[in-house]
């Protein structure tokens, strides 16, 4: 008897448990909360960050090429503003080539950025363009590496899996756009987004990014270990033209304590030695 | 007991000397250095004139280059040695071409140190030049090297200080270094004594001051970043960087030098403006009566530059010079040789689009002057079939009315060419 009560008991606990763990996947969580959260973790996690990016791009005939670069990235004071260097090491003709940006999450102010040619010794101004254009002649685009403004689409929960959240998002100025909308596979328990599908008006998907190997990073948070997960593997594939790029990270570092004086001119044109190594 | 301690003690201590014999000679300087780094790439590039030039060789360009550079560094210091073994089949000379060779340094948190042969560019202008006075290299510019070859290096050490007000670099350079200018051997030009264009007939021969520590260039520029505007101050005390003079005897000179001036860039609607503007004291002739000696001038630059379309940038310059003493340079000029207007204009269009996944590059950059009639069009495709082979070929055409101006001299130099570079 005192068994059964045990049991019951044990039970109707592991219930409210389970019932208090759904609760807030599934009332307290609204859609913008886990955009929010999905958003933070993919491109604002911890204060700063760096790493080592090794990059396929792969044509529908097989034939590659690759580029290798350091990723060095800070969170700026102004909420959602960042500022980052991509400092390439392959291929040879543009090694030591450094692109720096920052980058204003306010709609309507457009990032700013630089081009540091090594041969000239010229630090070239960028006008700011099209950020659906392709970053580095690979299929990722611009605005998939530094992340879309939130508030240019609109979210829709659209129906939760196993394990997780399917967002629809559909922009608030689709004529400008190559797609008509993209649907978010956010995992419930990291907010990491798994899986970008892009469709076109007919709801054919053309373009689809995955995130083929999620690792837990460790990191001091204000004194804390944390860890952090992060996307190590990331694929995008071109449905219409049959390409495909690969984005694997190595040596992911997070909150470094890197200043804002990095980010300025001095270290576009010389690498601070501790973001190489 | 005791001989068995000291046998062990010996055989430990002898472990322990073991790695230190052995790293003994490897322990040497070399061990502070990081494993060097090597790169470069070999080229091949080939060009002619569309034009007979009776002063020039049919072939503007015809090469072959291997350039290599070398990479290191310590815990204080990167270092970096880079050269360009050239044979040149319009000199018909082999050459050696070092490029860099330098020394950087950070000894403090606010200060940067490059000692050495380096490239040094400031300034704000799109392949036009105020208060850039590092030396250019405008033969390879015009026969149809690749653009970079259009930065010279300087023999110099350059000191950059950071700070919260503002941030300085002092550039200086203890001999003088001129640009690569045009001397008559690989393009033909203007000669005001023959009153005709001449080339291999008559090669420009120069007076270039050359001492060391006297004849010196110092180039200042003070600069700040205030919201992402781009703020700086120069001044430069040296030389015309080009023969801008003449002796008596007819050899070219380089008069004395100095340069005031100021710069801005920033966003400006979708896109990037920039103005700049220099005054160019010409120190040897302040007076603009000596015929002999280039005027002072006021230099003045606006520019543009917008993405207009998905992996298409156009950009517009608009470029003022303009001569301070005209009236004594007018009354001055001997009446065989053509004057100048006082105000040169020059407008400048880039249109620049990428193709094939940013694998083709089309670029059409055209100077065109409305005050001297005179335009140089400078069309490029560049094409990267792999990560290491890569195709160039594009044009340097100058057209104009009158033999004397500045592109129109060059109009016989009218040429096309083509590379294929690898690069490790």
């Given amino acids: 008897m005192k068994c059964l009560m045990t049991a019951i008991a044990a039970i109707g606990l592991l219930l409210a448990a389970e019932a208090a763990a759904l609760d807030p996947n599934s009332r307290t969580l609204t859609v913008d909360e886990i955009v929010n959260k999905a958003n933070q973790v993919a491109y604002y996690q911890g204060k700063d960050g760096k790493s080592k990016v090794q990059m396929t791009i792969t044509d529908k005939q097989g034939r590659t090429r690759n580029r290798e670069f350091f990723i060095l990235r800070k969170n700026a004071e102004v909420v959602g503003d960042q500022k980052y260097f991509v400092y390439f090491q392959a291929p040879a003709d543009v090694r030591r ?35 659906r254009t392709s970053f580095v002649g690979s299929d990722f685009l611009y605005e998939d590496v530094s992340g879309r403004g939130l508030a240019e689409d609109t979210h829709e929960l659209l129906r ?58 460790n990191a001091t948070e204000d004194g804390k270990e944390v860890q952090y997960p992060t996307a190590t593997r990331s694929t995008v594939k071109d449905l219409k033209n049959g390409s495909a790029t690969e984005m694997v990270f190595s040596e992911v570092q997070y909150n470094l ?21 | 007991m005791i001989a068995k301690i000291t046998g062990c003690l010996i055989f430990i201590a002898l472990l322990q000397s073991v790695p ?35 002063y020039e ?43 860099e060779a330098w020394v ?95 080339g291999r007939d008559a090669y420009v021969h120069t007076d270039r001051p050359n001492d060391w520590f006297r004849d010196d260039e110092v180039a200042v520029r003070l600069y700040k970043n205030i919201n992402n505007y781009e703020l700086a101050l120069y001044g430069y005390t040296g030389f015309w960087k080009s023969p801008a003079g003449q002796t008596l005897t007819g050899e070219a000179t380089f008069p004395d030098l100095n340069v005031y001036g100021a710069s801005a860039r920033g966003q400006l609607g979708s896109g990037i403006a920039n103005a700049e503007m220099g005054y160019y004291q010409s120190a040897d002739d302040e007076s603009g009566k000596n015929p002999l000696i280039n005027n002072s001038e006021m230099r003045y630059l606006v520019g543009y530059t917008q993405e207009v379309a998905t992996d298409l940038t156009a950009g517009v310059q608009y470029y003022i010079e303009q001569m301070l003493n005209y009236g004594a340079y007018k009354d001055a000029l001997p009446p065989t040789v053509p004057s100048r207007d006082r105000d040169r204009h020059v407008a400048t269009f880039r249109l620049t689009k990428l193709l094939m996944n940013q694998n083709l590059q089309l670029s059409m950059f055209t100077y065109y002057s409305p005050t001297d009639n005179d335009a140089y069009l400078r069309p490029t495709l560049l094409y990267k079939a792999t990560d290491n082979l890569s195709f160039e070929t594009g044009a340097n055409i100058f057209f104009g009315q009158s033999p004397h101006t500045f592109f129109a001299q060059f109009e016989n130099n009218s040429n096309i060419y083509t590379a294929i570079r690898y690069s490790f």
Avoid: C
């Fill in chain 1, 160 to 217: 939760m899996t196993d394990d997780s959240y399917v967002i629809k998002n559909v922009p608030k100025k689709p004529d400008t756009m190559d797609f008509a909308y993209y649907l978010v596979y956010v995992d419930k328990t990291t907010f990491m987004p798994t899986k970008m599908e892009y469709y076109e008006k007919d709801d054919k998907p053309y373009r689809v990014i995955e995130s083929q190997k999620i690792e837990m990073i």
């Fill in chain 2, 20 to 54: 230190v014999v052995a790293a003994e000679p490897e322990a040497s300087v070399f061990d502070v250095f990081s494993a060097p780094q090597i790169h470069g790439f070999y080229e091949v590039r080939g060009g002619y004139r569309i034009h007979n030039d009776p």
């Fill in chain 1, 257 to 277: 304590g890197l200043s804002d004086d990095l980010f300025t001119e001095r270290y576009l044109k010389r690498p601070p030695r501790e973001a190489m190594r």
């Fill in chain 2, 104 to 198: 950087f340094a950070r000894p403090t948190d606010a200060m940067d140190i490059k000692v050495g042969r380096q490239i040094l560019t400031w300034g704000t202008g799109d392949l036009l030049f105020i208060n850039d006075l590092f030396p250019k290299d405008w033969q390879a510019f015009f026969i149809g090297r690749n653009t970079d070859y259009l930065k010279a290096p300087s023999d110099a050490a350059k000191v950059s200080i950071f700070g919260e007000a503002a941030n300085i670099d002092i550039v200086y350079t203890p001999q003088f270094d001129p640009d690569r200018y045009i001397t008559g051997e690989y393009l033909s030009y203007w000669n005001n004594d023959l009153g005709r264009r001449a």
């Fill in chain 1, 97 to 131: 080539m450094v692109f720096m940006v920052h980058k204003h999450a306010d709609e309507g102010q457009d990032d700013d950025r630089w081009l540091y040619l090594p041969n000239l010794d010229l630090v070239r101004r960028i006008a700011a363009g099209d950020k």
């Fill in chain 2, 57 to 99: 060789k049919d072939m503007s360009v015809m090469e072959t280059r291997l350039e290599l550079e070398a990479s290191t560094s310590t815990e204080q210091a990167d270092f970096k040695l880079k050269g360009d073994l050239l044979g040149d089949l319009v000199t018909e000379q082999g050459d050696f071409d070092l490029r």
